[in-house]
């Protein structure tokens, strides 16, 4: 498939794991890419490895340094398709929540939430004028359900709701908007702790963690012509754990202990 012969697509956070797959599909379907990080080194490394990739430094915390992204992606490619709204912030809990600083607060919410904000803000033009333009944007299981980490979580649902907020807005001029809802990925993002992911696994109804494959595989659909009349939405990618709780099934399902009803 060639979804995205002659687009031009941006991606945020994309040196590495879950936006460095999305580029290499979008590309894959015939897309150029613009890989933007804030991590100027992550950003060359994965542009060297994607064909038709474009490496940019790009920190969604700062509107100037992501509204020239922006206008870079356009001055670049001739015109901007689509964005990927990928680079976050999760700042682990502390142990009680009243010590939790403002500090982590303020950064997880700017980073997910209005970054992801920032980001369609400079783009939306462009990707009306294009006629075809899609946002899609990396959320979490995190959004929808109590998996830990207060402000991530907090920001990840905020995310959903700025997807059909601004879904609403862009209809009319031809942008669909929509959200990707990842459960655990296994990314570099998870290094020094693949014991938890190895604990994870039984968790998930499928029996595994994700791959970033699996949510470039839906981004990629939700960004293409084959979605044209879906938008507004949130998708989980998740193995099934929003939908199924398998402890309880199984605790549930398990033999009466002696003197139990
Ligand atoms: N990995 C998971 O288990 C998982 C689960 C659910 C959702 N997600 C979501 O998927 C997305 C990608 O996750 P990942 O695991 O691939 O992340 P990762 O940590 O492996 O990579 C994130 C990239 O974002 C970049 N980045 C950080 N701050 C930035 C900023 N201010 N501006 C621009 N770039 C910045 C980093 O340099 C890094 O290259 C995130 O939105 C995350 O919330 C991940």
Known sequence: MRRFEDHG???TGAGQGIGEAIARRLAAEGARVLITDVDGERAARA????????????DVGDRASVDAAVAYAVERFGSLDVLVNNAYSCTPDVPLFEDEPDEHWARDLDLTLTGAFRCARAAMPHLAASGRGA??????????QDFGNHAYSAAKAGLAS??????GHAAPRGVRVNLVAPGTIHTDGWKGREANLERAAP????????RP??????????????????TGVTLPVDGGILSANVALRQ?????PVSGER
């Open 47 to 58: 542009a060297e490895l994607i064909e038709g990739a474009v490496p940019y430094v790009c």
């Open 9 to 11: 697509a941006l991606i």
């Open 213 to 230: 494959d699996d949510v470039a595989s839906a981004v990629a659909f939700l960004a293409s012509s084959d979605a044209g009349w879906i």
């Open 203 to 210: 968790h998930y109804p499928v029996g595994r963690v994700g």
């Open 251 to 255: 605790a549930l399902a398990g033999p």
């Open 135 to 144: 946002i899609v944007s990396i959320g979490s299981v995190n959004g929808e």
């Open 162 to 167: 700025l997807t059909r907020t601004l879904a």
